[in-house]
């Protein structure tokens, strides 16, 4: 088979990466009896991260959906406003997302070859790969998967297509992204019956009307049948409810789709770009295990606040119970600078309620913050966040107050900022 050459490839994978627990997210109330947490957030550079986990998930993970930077040369901010007027983009509150530039092509294959080498080892035999990329470098991309996973491991060039405004007046709109899926062998899980979708009005029309539309053969109109390999899904900046501002959020629909058909309740999937953690979220509705690693701070951010407010919504509409199994470990990969932990004295809040019952923060601070946790027995090492507060994406609402359990030892407050500072303070 052809394979694709540039001057600076090399199979060598670079070596590092160790990880260290920062956290472990209790997103129920109470969870004391929760075991050890199987889902991780991980800070880091990506394939530190992989090298990091190659020991003991190598051929373990079921399910891998890669969403890496396009080689669109841009860099893209993030939207951290809450409640502003998405027609109006002047007005916006920014910072900070994610640079996608770079010296040349070469030097963006350098940096994709050996994390889909990575990804390959850490997937099982049976596992399933997605790669979702658009025009600029799928081409490319294609070849160095048909070298890794084998061109008859191919199962899917997937097109998703959506609408939206677009500057191009010399060429066509260019409005669908590609998605790769490959298989690591020929047994790999594909739950066809999970993902089918209903037939078109039209086509319900047809076979009332005649026996012969299909030929002699009746589908089960019922049951649905196997989507195409183009989809279509509007763009999140279309969908409000699961807008969070993170630069080329992608609709959680297509995720639910992926893990559905490629992987079983329990089974392992990661996202090692996991950017604005859509594949976490959806992986925890449906009842996955999940790895999301990104190296952006803020993506670690919305990703937990995510989980936090997605289990909330769950709660109140009864879909989970109070108190349920579930947590999530964060870690950082120890290349990655410390977080600077400003206090909070510096921001007005230095005592408690009189009563010890509640936390409140006072109204100038609320304003400034984004997300806040509580440790109601600090020990000073790994931060257990049992109690958490996040900010709602489009009302921008932020509760005030957090109910502190009866019995607590030392008290550990986390907050961050919405532009990112974390901050931390030790109540005795």
Known sequence: MPSLH??????????????????????FEGGESVPQPDSQLILGDNLRVMNALIPEYEGKIDLI??????????GYSARVGRGEDSRQPKEWQLAEGYPDQWKDLDAYLDFLYPRLIQMHKLLSPTGSFYLHLDWHVNS????????IFGYDNLRNEIIWTYHGPSPIRRAYNRKHDMILFYS???QYTFNVDQVRIPYNPSTLETFKSSKKAGFGKV??????????DWWYFPVVARLHKERTGYPTQKPERIMERIILASSNPGD?????FGGAGTTAVAASRLNRRFISSDNQLRALHTSRSRLVLDVQSRMKEKEVASGSEYSVKIQRETAVEKISKLSAKEFGLSTLD????????PPELLSQVDYWEVDPDWKGEIFQSRIQAARSWRKGELPASISLPETCGE??????LIDGTQIQQIFK
């Open 268 to 272: 392992l999937v990661a996202d090692f």
């Open 6 to 27: 540039w001057s600076s490839k090399s199979e060598s994978i670079p070596q590092g990466g160790k990880l260290e627990t920062d956290a472990v997210l209790y997103p």
């Open 354 to 361: 009189d009563n010890q019952e509640r936390i409140t923060l």
């Open 411 to 416: 008290i550990c407050l986390r907050l961050v």
């Open 184 to 186: 690591k062998s020929k």
């Open 65 to 74: 959906y890669a969403d890496p930077p396009f080689f669109t040369n841009k």
């Open 219 to 228: 589908p089960d109109l019922e049951r649905g049948k196997v989507p195409e």
């Open 140 to 147: 490319y991309a294609r070849m160095l998967l048909d070298e």
